[in-house]
């Protein structure tokens, strides 16, 4: 399934935002996830997983203990809580299930799926 980030936008740095990952249909607590970031002309980059059944959660260390990453079944939903956000966060964020212990992405057929532009201005 594909799924579909959302609730980014232009906001200073200190400042915080949520983003949603809406994947129709999935059992979010039987698979693993990831959050994934892309700047122009650079490959996307993992950001956060998370691993089966909302267990441990993983991030890359320029984010450690500012984001957080969790799971709400009922809502098929993916959340990348993101506080004290710096410049550095900037980029488009996308979330897919991924293969559990590595960061590969399980990607539908028809690719990624909607990303979410955040943009951190000093």
């Known amino acids: 399934v594909q799924a579909m980030a959302s609730g980014g936008g232009s906001v200073q740095a200190g400042a915080s935002l949520r983003l949603p990952c809406l994947a129709p249909?999935?059992?979010?607590?039987?698979?693993?996830w990831g959050w994934f970031r892309q700047i122009p002309g650079k490959e996307r980059a993992e950001v956060a997983r998370?691993?089966?059944?909302?267990?441990?959660?993983e991030y890359v260390g320029s984010v450690r203990g500012r984001f957080t990453m969790f799971g709400h079944n009922a809502k098929s939903t993916v959340y990348l809580q993101m506080n004290e956000l710096v410049p550095a966060d900037t980029g488009m964020y996308f979330c897919?299930?991924?293969?559990?212990?590595?960061?590969?992405?399980?990607?539908?057929?028809?690719?990624w799926g909607q990303g979410t532009q955040v943009t951190v201005s000093s």
């Open positions: 249909g999935s059992d979010i607590s039987s698979n693993c």
């Open positions: 998370m691993f089966k059944n909302y267990g441990i959660t």
């Open positions: 897919a299930s991924i293969r559990c212990g590595t960061w590969s992405p399980l990607l539908a057929s028809r690719g």
